[in-house]
């Protein structure tokens, strides 16, 4: 109960998992092999477009297009993305400093858990989110490569392949972040109110029949099983 002052299973060692239809099913157990592949998904896009949004600042001579994707990488997954998405989720519902989830176990909790679904809003600005995240360092990119052939006097051949292969890996790791990410996290995870969540209605269920508090807070905002 020291962890866990919301009664969660997912952090009770004596809930009774071998009797539950979801246990391997879903991810209500952090898994240290899922956190690193989840760190190294995120660090591949993010290390990716930022060479890209490198490149293209270098070209545009605007240092602003790489700072402003930086500061909205660290604001967004340290901060607002955690009170949209991870707030609701029961993994942030632990008596910890730090989440330890399958995908995080980097971000501080300054927010309070909150055991009812995401909101209309809350949803629209997470999917928001994560369209900037991997739609500015493409859409920067295409705008450096097109400066480039205009306005440059000497174009030099190489330089523009360089610049179109940064900008097909960036749109390559883009994809697979999306698949891998889907596959792996989102069909398993228990933040079931999260727009990206595949997990069955079944499934979704029976945990939350599980845990009292999400059960109440659910049926609260309206929620039939
Ligand atoms: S849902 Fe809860 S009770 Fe079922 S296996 Fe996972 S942690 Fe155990
Ligand atoms: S929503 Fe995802 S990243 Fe956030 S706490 Fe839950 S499992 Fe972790």
Not at 10 to 16: A, G, I, K, L, V
Not at 214 to 221: D, P, R, S, T
Request: glycine share 4%.
């Amino acid at each position: 109960m020291k962890n866990n002052p919301f009664n969660i299973c997912t952090f009770d060692p004596e809930s009774n998992c071998k009797d539950c239809n979801n246990k391997m099913i879903i991810n209500c157990k952090s898994d240290k092999s899922l956190q690193k592949l989840s760190v190294q998904i995120h660090l591949s896009l993010i290390i990716i477009a930022l060479i890209g949004l490198l490149a293209t600042s270098t070209i545009v001579n605007n240092w602003w297009i790489v700072i402003i994707y930086i500061l909205f990488v660290i604001l967004f997954f340290f901060v607002i993305e955690v009170r949209l998405t991870c707030s609701h989720c029961p993994y942030y519902a632990e008596k910890t400093k730090r989440l330890n989830c399958p995908e995080n176990f980097i971000a501080i909790k300054i927010w309070k858990f909150n055991p009812e679904p995401m909101n209309r809003f809350e949803k629209i600005c997470s999917v928001t989110g994560f369209v900037f995240i991997g739609g500015y360092p493409i859409l920067a990119q295409l705008y450096g490569l097109y400066y480039f052939i205009t306005q440059y006097t000497n174009i030099n051949l190489i330089i523009i392949i360089g610049l179109a292969g940064i900008f097909i890996a960036t749109i390559i790791i883009l994809l697979l972040f999306v698949s891998l990410f889907i596959n792996l996290f989102c069909i398993e995870c228990i933040n079931f109110s999260c727009p990206f969540n595949k997990v069955p209605k079944e499934i979704r269920n029976e945990y939350i029949k599980r845990n009292p508090i999400l059960k109440n807070a659910w049926e609260k905002k309206g929620y039939k099983f």
